[in-house]
């Protein structure tokens, strides 16, 4: 157990509408990063975020946004879903917000758009 | 071309073989790498970390950086059907190769 909890694990939804994944990280960690994983694509980070600030965005589309709490748990918002949209998303943490510290994965959330 | 290029495989290999998984980079600036063990539909499992050149051995598992070159492996020693999984290399945190597919044969 990597001590990432990812919410909620399966979401199914139709086109158009809107999700909100969620993300602890582990205890003591500042750093929450998101990933899309589609099998074409692999492992694609999205945004970072460290102690409730944007640090650095990745291949993040303008309909998906994603914000950092004060408690350190994080939301991944997606919005105007399309069927490309199904994938794997991933949170993970790190204790810095550099490349000083790994990073530990959550076990994802699996979003299927119909 | 992708920042971080990793072969998808699938790679077969029988129980007990060394395994050699590789990965190269383009950008000369990344220090940090680490290799990920990713089972079906589960998260990617950190294996190792390293910054800069030279090696880091765990276990049956040893991870080699060659800035020079831009090379990253991982080798995997006495391989186990439990080693059966895809296995990520990843540069500094954002970026990571497609994955190379490994089965161990009993």
């Known amino acids: 157990d990597s001590g990432v909890t990812q919410t909620p694990k399966h979401l199914i939804t139709a086109t158009g509408q809107r999700v909100t994944l969620r993300c602890s990280p582990r205890?003591?960690?500042?750093?929450v990063y998101w990933y899309q994983q589609s099998l074409d694509q692999g492992l694609q980070f999205l945004i970072h975020?460290?102690?409730?600030?944007?640090?650095a965005k990745g291949n993040i589309l303008e309909r998906f946004s994603a914000q950092q709490f004060p408690d350190l748990h994080s939301e991944l918002n997606l919005s105007s879903l399309e069927l490309g949209d199904s994938a794997l998303y991933f949170c993970?943490?790190?204790?810095?917000?550099?490349?000083?510290?790994?990073?530990?994965f959550g076990n994802g959330t699996r979003l299927t758009v119909t | 071309q992708k920042e971080v290029e990793q072969d998808p495989g699938p790679l077969s290999v029988p129980e007990g073989a060394i395994v050699s998984l590789n990965c190269t980079y383009s950008?000369?600036?990344?220090?940090?790498f680490m290799w990920y063990r990713q089972y079906s539909r589960k998260g990617p499992e950190l294996l190792m970390y390293?910054?800069?050149?030279g090696n880091k051995e765990d276990g049956r598992f040893t991870a080699q950086v060659d800035k020079s070159s831009k090379y990253i492996s991982l080798f995997i020693r006495d391989s186990q059907p439990s080693d059966s999984a895809t296995y990520l290399c990843?540069?500094?945190?954002?970026?990571f190769g497609i994955g190379t597919k490994l089965q161990v044969i009993p």
């Open positions: 993970a943490s790190s204790r810095g917000g550099q490349g000083d510290s790994p990073l530990h």
């Open positions: 205890s003591g960690d500042l750093s």
């Open positions: 975020y460290y102690n409730g600030e944007e640090r």
């Open positions: 950008n000369s600036a990344f220090q940090y």
């Open positions: 390293t910054y800069s050149s």
């Open positions: 990843a540069a500094q945190k954002v970026t």
